[in-house]
């Protein structure tokens, strides 16, 4: 009974993921008709550490970082009309330790769901763009469209995304769930937490930089698992082909991927890379401890 249930989620879940690409690909036929279009731009700086959400934005998001304490948002929206730009608006919130892109939530009447499906007239689309500190936990939640993000020192979270996720570096803990896409992921160093996996609908290219070391689990996968690198190990489940464990150098922080519909690729970053890498977050601790030390004689000055 179970194993049929299983079957009968599996197909579902593909059917509703086709219908989700015919009609991305129909949006993306259409998207020369979006002639009207507004733009906003804004500026905020954040504390080390600040909470950062992107959600709700149907359309391309992209996240850049650098070593800065400023965070700049670009968001352009495009619709076939002007009066449609007077709705699916994109609201932010800011403050020193936390800035939220939200987009506003859809009308859900029926005759609303009508108009959208059979006819361009109140569409929106959406194209987020933020460049933000490095030192941020950043959270991606409900995007219709693709997700690329920069080398973060926080953590990440992705949830819910139709379209491919890219991270160039995640440091500490990270998790991807819903993910209809394929997925790429740098992983420079990972705590206690490691990283999480879940539901992607697409191929997983996994690069572990210099001497990261890790524990890979991969259960209920419907493709591969290969290794670009010596010291990554493979071994297959003997009894159950969907799961796969991996040992990434010497073993150690916990890699979790769970419902997986495609292959999954595991690989060391060239020499080069990794010393790029290594040098950013030098960067980026020697920004942080200078900060903390503009911020100590601010306090003295006070005093």
């Not at 086709?18 to 507004?38: H, P, T, Y």
């Not at 609303?112 to 939640?141: C, D, I, W, Y």
């Amino acid at each position: 009974m179970r194993k049929q249930l299983s079957v009968l989620l599996f197909t579902a879940a593909l059917l509703t993921t086709g219908c989700a690409r015919m009609i991305a690909g129909e949006s993306q036929r259409g998207d020369r008709d979006l002639k009207e279009r507004d733009e906003m731009r804004q500026s905020y700086r954040l504390t080390p550490g600040a909470r950062v959400e992107v959600a709700g934005i149907s359309g391309i998001v992209k996240i850049d970082t650098a070593n800065t304490d400023t965070a700049e948002i670009n968001i352009v929206r495009y619709a076939a009309t002007r009066a449609a730009l007077e709705h699916h608006k994109i609201t932010v919130d800011h403050s020193a330790d936390n800035l939220t892109v939200r987009g506003e939530k859809d009308d859900s009447s029926v005759h609303s769901m009508l108009a959208h499906l059979f006819t361009r007239s109140s569409e929106v689309r959406q194209e987020v763009t933020l460049k933000l500190p490095r030192n941020v936990r950043l959270f991606t939640n409900g995007v219709n469209g693709r997700v690329t993000i920069g080398e973060v020192d926080g953590a990440v979270a992705v949830h819910g995304v139709n379209g491919r996720v890219e991270i160039a570096q995640a440091l500490d803990h990270a998790e991807v769930n819903g993910v209809n896409g394929g997925v790429t992921m740098t992983l420079a160093k990972l705590g206690e937490k490691g990283v999480s996996i879940h539901g992607v609908n697409g191929g997983i290219e996994l690069r572990f930089a210099g001497d990261v070391n890790a524990s890979v689990d991969v259960h209920g996968i419907n493709g591969s698992v290969r290794s670009d690198a010596p010291d990554i190990v493979v071994e297959k489940d003997k009894d159950d082909r969907s799961n796969v464990s991996a040992q990434i150098g010497k073993g150690g922080a916990p890699v979790s991927l769970q419902g997986i519909n495609g292959g999954v690729r595991l690989s060391r970053l060239t020499a080069t890379a990794a010393r790029s890498v290594d040098n950013a977050n030098a960067q980026t601790k020697k920004t942080d401890s200078v900060a903390d030390n503009d911020s100590g004689d601010s306090k003295e000055d006070d005093e």
